[in-house]
């Protein structure tokens, strides 16, 4: 179970917001926590309390490739994120480092910066205790649970080269 | 089936996939940066990999934050170097190459019906050549790496069909600015375009990879082309392999067709802070500038450097502006230089540049300051992109950057160059 409370963002949050380019050679979490939102929310990586989750708009995460986006998020202490919609690649990238990512509009509309949210990753539900609210993300695929299950991407790929040695390991159906 | 989906069936062992099933698909090409790179290798290790599943099949290409910016890219770049040494993959360093979507086509490594995952966004470029190319973050290269696999959604597909031939002035860029504009920034969220017509086919090879590019700025996961008789042009005297070409099927399924009259389209400007932002450049005349790009995996190819000599040959860059032009690569910064393009560049007072990526992510070599103006033929005007977040980004073909240098405001190259 996840709980925390809502820090609120708009559509279109891309990843230049989230962490500048210009830190792409940090590689520590915590590091890159620090400047998370930082062009376009100073002092957030400050304001943030460790469990907190952030709800975003449509289209969160658009732009780069970068990994260190959702590491930086993690890394601020940041649990979750709830969002109305997410850009494809950001989506990818946060399912393979374990950050959990909720697509849901009813709960992303409904919540006010300091809500008190709880979130059940198994069920898929979101609670806004604030506001006594319950509502159902959009369930993870099959394989997509799989990774998750699984802890992510590494994990998964480890247990795939123990199983079966490099480099024939697959995904099992 | 679409191209998209013959792509990643052949890639997928399959007859046939459908839009929204889950494949595990072989890859031709796994790619990563100093970007993105350093994640890629650390993680690589936690997978407790040794060997990349074929040396010859993975690249490295040194390009957002080189020559060395400082002293923790250049101990990135160093340790991109020895994985790449130790792992014996092709590696491409400073002097060497340059920005990875404009070199890996030039050199041949990515072909028509390839799949290519690369650890920068902007991979779908190589959709120009009839690949199915998409970016992807630092672990899942690491994954492509190890296992030469990956697993993918099945996109559907969006077809785009433009009708007309742009006018003087108007290209790749243009295009796909109007394009972004009109499906809007997550308009094609987990899709691939697939662009078509009359219009397209009249494009020039650089004017495609300028347009592929940008597919992701509409969020797409990829954007293709049809192989022609250009495309093949290309590949003469580069392709490092045989390749095998796909076409989409004549019935095949759609998420839903756009048509585009482009004969009355006028060079396009996309306002701060969004790609998804673009007006006639009309509507932008009199803005002033403070500083002018011409470069980037999205306009530094040997096309956008002829464009921009050709609007600043004989005349100065505005004294209020910086102009930096930065060659997409070393073949065509030597190019540029034996076409005398260079020094109609450097006459014109603008700045001239080693190929690297750098002010586009505003990595280094001409970020800009609070307060300030900046047009660029890059791809992304987000906040804080190229530097400050309370700098403007316009963005534009490189034909109307290099005007605006000239004037100072944003302007048609034709009030500067004629028809």
Request: glycine share 12%; net charge neutral.
């Amino acid at each position: 179970m996840i709980r925390g409370r809502a820090r609120k963002f708009g559509d279109n949050i891309d990843t230049d917001a989230i962490i500048p380019a210009t830190y792409a050679n940090l590689t520590d979490p915590a590091e890159l926590g620090r400047h998370c939102m930082e062009h376009i929310d100073p002092g957030f990586a400050r304001r943030v309390s460790p469990g907190d989750i952030i709800v975003g708009g449509s289209n969160f995460g658009c732009g780069s490739s970068r990994e260190i986006a959702p590491w930086a998020i993690k890394g601020a202490g940041v649990s979750a994120v709830v969002a109305k919609s997410f850009a494809r690649i950001f989506y990818r990238n946060a399912i393979n480092i374990a950050l959990p990512l909720l697509e849901c509009p009813e709960a992303a509309e409904g919540a006010e910066e300091g809500d008190s949210l709880e979130i059940d990753l198994l069920q898929g539900e979101i609670r806004n205790l604030s506001r006594g609210k319950v509502s159902k993300a959009a369930p993870y695929p099959d394989f997509i649970r799989e990774l998750v299950t699984a802890g992510g991407l590494v994990e998964y790929a480890r247990r795939l080269l123990g199983q079966a040695g490099r480099p024939t390991g697959g995904r099992e159906k | 089936m679409t191209l998209a989906e013959k792509i990643l069936a052949a890639h997928a062992g399959k007859k046939s996939v459908q839009p929204g099933e889950f494949a595990d698909v072989q890859v031709d090409l796994v790619m990563t940066t100093d970007a993105t790179g350093l994640i890629s290798v650390q993680q690589f290790h936690k997978m407790g990999a040794t060997k990349v599943f074929d040396p010859g099949k993975v690249v490295l290409v040194m390009d957002h934050f080189v020559p060395s910016r400082d002293v923790e890219s250049a101990e990135t770049v160093k340790a991109l170097r020895e994985f790449a040494r130790e792992q014996g993959v092709l590696f491409f360093d400073v002097g060497r190459a340059g920005i990875v979507h404009v070199i890996l086509p030039e050199k041949g490594l990515v072909l028509p019906g390839d799949v290519v995952v690369g650890g920068d966004s902007h991979t779908c470029t190589y959709g120009a050549l009839g690949a199915f190319a998409t970016g992807m973050g630092s672990t899942d290269i690491a994954f492509a790496m190890v296992f030469g696999r990956t697993w993918m959604r099945v996109p559907e597909s969006l077809h785009l069909v433009y009708h007309g031939l742009p006018g003087p002035w108007v290209g790749g860029k243009d295009l796909i600015l109007h394009t972004i504009t009109r499906i809007g920034v997550e308009g094609a969220s987990y899709q691939a375009l697939e662009f078509t017509g009359e219009a397209i086919s009249a494009l020039a090879m650089d004017d495609r990879f300028t347009m592929a590019n940008m597919a992701i700025e509409a969020g797409a996961k990829a954007g293709l082309f049809s192989v022609d008789e250009k495309t093949r042009a290309y590949l003469q005297g580069r392709a490092q392999r045989s390749y095998s070409v796909q076409s989409a099927d004549p019935g095949a399924r759609y998420a839903g067709t756009m048509e585009f009259e482009v004969s009355s389209l006028e060079p396009q400007v996309a306002f701060p802070h969004s790609p998804g932002n673009s007006r006639g450049v009309s509507e932008a005349e009199g803005i002033f500038i403070d500083q002018a790009v011409i470069g980037s995996c999205t306009n530094g190819w040997l096309g956008d450097l002829r464009a921009a000599a050709r609007v600043l040959k004989g005349r100065q860059v505005h004294p209020g502006v910086r102009c930096i032009v930065v060659p997409g690569s070393q073949e065509i910064y030597l190019q540029a230089m034996n076409e005398g393009l260079l020094e109609i560049f450097v006459r014109a007072g603008a700045a001239v540049s080693t190929p690297t990526c750098g002010p586009c992510p505003g990595a280094h070599m001409g970020a800009v300051g609070a307060g300030e103006r900046c047009i660029s033929t890059t791809n992304r005007n987000f906040i804080g992109r190229m530097g400050s977040p309370r700098a403007e980004i316009y963005l534009a073909n490189p034909a109307v950057v290099a005007a605006s240098a000239v004037i100072g405001q944003i302007v048609h190259p034709r009030e500067v160059a004629g028809k």
